[in-house]
């Protein structure tokens, strides 16, 4: 059964930045594209950033670029997202996921960045 867990979520000030982490279990992440999405209280949820199984190609929505920079580490599992300069329409609940075939979501992981 495949799990995703998210986590480094917190309360940050406006121009902070937060590293968020994504573990997986019953799948192994070096043979997939992955994502990170969030949900903003009333709104549905958008792609944020993806990158391709080795590595080597990155996305990014337009209102994250420059920004916001995801990586992995195949050995542990883990996809990471590093948020910087973090606005208050960055609010939002944050989740991982394979990129193309959609799992199970996870809980995802609160990050709130006041004025």
């Known amino acids: 059964q495949v799990q995703l867990a998210e986590s480094g979520g917190d309360l940050v000030e406006a121009g902070g930045s937060l590293r968020l982490s994504c573990t997986a279990s019953?799948?192994?992440?070096?043979?997939?594209?992955m994502a990170w999405y969030r949900q903003a209280p009333g709104k549905q949820r958008d792609l944020v950033a993806s990158?391709?199984?080795?590595?080597?190609?990155?996305n990014y929505a337009d209102s994250v670029k420059g920004r916001f920079t995801i990586s992995r580490d195949n050995a542990k599992n883990t996809v990471y997202l590093q948020m910087s300069s973090l606005k208050p329409e960055d609010t939002a609940v944050y989740y991982c996921?394979?990129?193309?075939?959609?799992?199970?979501w996870g809980q995802g992981t609160q990050v709130t960045v006041s004025s």
């Open positions: 996921n394979t990129r193309y075939s959609a799992r199970v």
């Open positions: 019953g799948i192994s992440l070096s043979m997939n594209s």
């Open positions: 990158i391709n199984s080795s590595g080597t190609s990155t």
